[in-house]
């Protein structure tokens, strides 16, 4: 019994007893969508250990019907919450949710989208108002770029700080200093974002201009006419050439091919490549000419609008025949917009335009991935803003609250504003962009295509990487292997006696997918024909009564055909081995061998047969079109009347295919697992199959251990099978996705712990949202970064909910690489984006923006030193164009070459991946690295400004002088202090900006006393200070290296 279940094991009635206590609440509570469902878990106990996984024991809970699991937690917990209680803990929270979600709904509030009649020609007999047929994929317009571009800026908290700061000098009283040494650096950054979102806009504006201007050929009264796409309504008849874009969602009613048919590529909506054959509406096709269809009164009735792009009901109408003429439509009888006339001319009658079509409907905007190494500075700048305002406090507090305080606390508060660089995210951004650049033009690597620029760091994060199996680990190339008649197999090497089965039973058409190597040649196919040649040269014909397409819910595909030469009809279906196997008839040897081929790696295809009698078929015919004229539950009932046939089938054969493996994926995936990346595959082929690719890929070595999580059903299944993959260890985990589901359910917390602890999951028989459920899950309960990498429209969403999304250029066309933050066209290229690409790219970030918050601080010290001094007046130390050419020409050249540096060889870093385990520790910028930064940059910025202070001779300029300059060269060497691996272009830097600091000295004699600074008493006073503030920083460089030298150190040597 479910309620006798022991916990394995307890540790004390006490803790079982408090284990019950929480599982209670964790069981009952049910699954709640998104992030509901981790605050189950919220009070749990951080110290219990995991062998007392918190499952629910209570005879409560297992009395009452799963349907109560839900309810019972939520009763006890409002009873605790009540009154002003609720209301301090959660009641105001939801109140605000509740009043901004009711707010937002009335602001976008949308069109009730509604079934329709459209009459063919006759846009003006529209009872609604339809949208413009216009693509539009720009941000902003006219009105709304400027405001929106600065929304974006302004959201984030350093540019708001800096607009205030910007705007406080416009107020005489808190004026410390010329306008433009404020506003000039914040004009730079806004120009420069407002630049590049221009040019993107205008590149949009661009592609959206071209896109809607294409003409098109209308079919009117009075013949054909040109109108440009965006001026398509529906009701139009619109005439689409081969190799031309359909421009709006339409029902196909004519085309110049003879067999009614043409076929469509459908690879930039639903990522497929191979061609998908449409079919035209019958009673129209048998219209003599084109202009016909002006002389017939008819109308298409479309359902209402909808996302899916698999599925279409409607019905065509006839009204001026007697009787009138009803004809079903179906998926096969659409157009979608954004797909491409492969083969003939066509026309149909627009049904959906603009935002009504399933292309645009199915467009989603993307979350806005932003990176652990943005956030991590975020926090370092509101620490820095904490300091700034204790600082400006402690000044305050010094001067003795004198007179009017507030106002000297906000100057104060404006001088040492340099204290969080404006700069920072100018040089970030610019960073990314060259990481970005150098991807693509990396050689080894050939293709790769960065998408998004801001992200770049995330490679070098990564915990978590989250693989398809099915063009991505494998090449999706089928190679025939195996073939299987129950009584005897055959195998590749075998293909003569085939070749003679085939001569014995070449009635058996079903075998047409490997009939090209074993001597039976399809001649011709059309939609209602097929023509087969036999190895002895007979030709055999035969017609196409029904054709039953593939759908990933029946998992299986059939037709119907009449053997001209005997008049025998015949049902052939072939599908997977779990659909198939229902339908079959008793046989003693299908589940054993689809099992003996998936061991050896290979995807089976169970083929089977039903002989109609002409009765049966008719039959058949006339439930299945009355089926299809359905309006309500059209395919439950075409369903319903298909499976009458599919009962007590032959069994034919069985096929087993082999899935390649890519290039060099062994040694990749070894690669990835030594650099302490946990690897999960995640894939909608069967568990079998699955298990065996994780095996020969060595995604799970051949000596370790497996766990395949059983099939649950049930709470009381879940909770012994968990207890049961509790006691493994060191095991990879093998689980499908209805088992999954049932874990989540109610366990979610306890089955991503353990999940998380074995060296690889292979999660089989998934869909589309659980492979982003998953990400979510990982992203949710560790908190550590994922990557998800995949190559089929299936993977987008998996790919857009993971930190880092790649997508691979495979058979399944390019919509997962067009989805993905990052594109490659090989598996194996992932390794080395990651090791070097990615290590590079985090360690620049740290460093350059660790340096250019340095930048800042040390001159903050300078101007708190000064004030000191000078009775803490707040008064500024630089002014004018000192403070402008500070943070832009006389050091930004150097500090920005930091981008070229590099700590390890990329060679080192592909032989030594192990040192890809350091970056996921987050060591290289961190708290502790800040604080060092900010101790050097409190010593640094005492002793320029001190030691200016004691040289100081007689007049004030001397000091800003002498410091100034010798602030110019420590950076200069601070920037050569950082570098681990010198580039020509970081020597050019360093000398390009000693070169514009030296000549411009003779342009600021308003600053500086031109005779003065060319004496040698300057030179020496100037050497001495920085020589002070620098050697001190080199001698602890080399004793650290010399006596804690970090690992890459230690290899390199």
Known sequence: MADQIPLYPVRSAAAAAANRKRAAYYSAAGPRPGADRHSRYQLEDESAHLDEMPLMM???????????????????????????????CDGWKFLCTSCCGWLINICRRKKELKARTVWLGCPEKCEEKHPRNSIKNQKYNVFTFIPGVLYEQFKFFLNLYFLVISCSQFVPALKIGYLYTYWAPLGFVL???????????????????EVNSQLYSKLTVRGKVQVKSSDIQVGDLIIVEKNQRIPSDMVFLRTSEKAGSCFIRTDQLDGETDWKLKVAVSCTQRLPALGDLFSISAYVYAQKPQMDIHSFEGTFTREDSDPPIHESLSIENTLWASTIVASGTVIGVVIYTGKETRSVMNTSNPKNKVGLLDLELNRLTKALFLALVALSIVMVTLQGFVGPWYRSLFRFLLLFSYIIPISLRVNLDMGKAVYGWMMMKDENIPGTVVRTSTIPEELGRLVYLLTDKTGTLTQNEMIFKRLHLGTVSYGADMMDEIQSH????????????????????????????????TPSGQVLSFCILQLFPFTSESKRMGVIVRDESTAEITFYMKGADVAMSPIVQYNDWLEEECGNMAREGLRTLVVAKKALTEEQYQDFESRYTQAKLSMHDRSLKVAAVVESLEREMELLCLTGVEDQLQADVRPTLEMLRNAGIKIWMLTGDKLETATCIAKSSHLVSRTQDIHIFRQVTSRGEAH???????????????ISGDSLEVCLKYYEHEFVELACQCPAVVCCRCSPTQKACIVTLLQQHTGRRTCAIGDGGNDVSMIQAADCGIGIEGKEGKQASLAADFSITQFRHIGRLLMVHGRNSYKRSAALGQFVMHRGLIISTMQAVFSSVFYFASVPLYQGFLMVGYATIYTMFPVFSLVLDQDVKPEMAMLYPELYKDLTKGRSLSFKTFLIWVLISIYQGGILMYGALVLFESEFVHVVAISFTALILTELLMVALTVRTWHWLMVVAEFLSLGCYVSSLAFLSEYFDVAFITTVTFLWKVSAITVVSCLPLYVLKYLRRKLSPPSYCKLAS
Request: hydrophobic share 35%; with cysteine.
């Open 502 to 533: 085939v001569r014995d039973s070449y009635s058996q058409v079903a075998l047409v997918q490997w009939t090209e190597s074993v001597g039976l040649t399809l001649v011709s196919r059309d939609l209602t024909s097929m023509q087969l040649k």
């Open 720 to 734: 012994l099978e968990l207890n049961a993959f509790r006691r493994k260890h060191d095991c990879a985990l093998v």
């Open 58 to 88: 209570s005879e409560e809970g297992f009395e009452n019907e799963e349907s109560d699991y839900h309810t019972l937690p939520r009763a006890r917990i409002m009873q605790r919450k009540r009154g002003l209680e609720w209301f301090v």
């Open 191 to 209: 120009a420069v974002t407002m630049t590049r979102e221009a040019i993107d806009e205008f590149r949009r504006f661009q592609r959206d201009k």
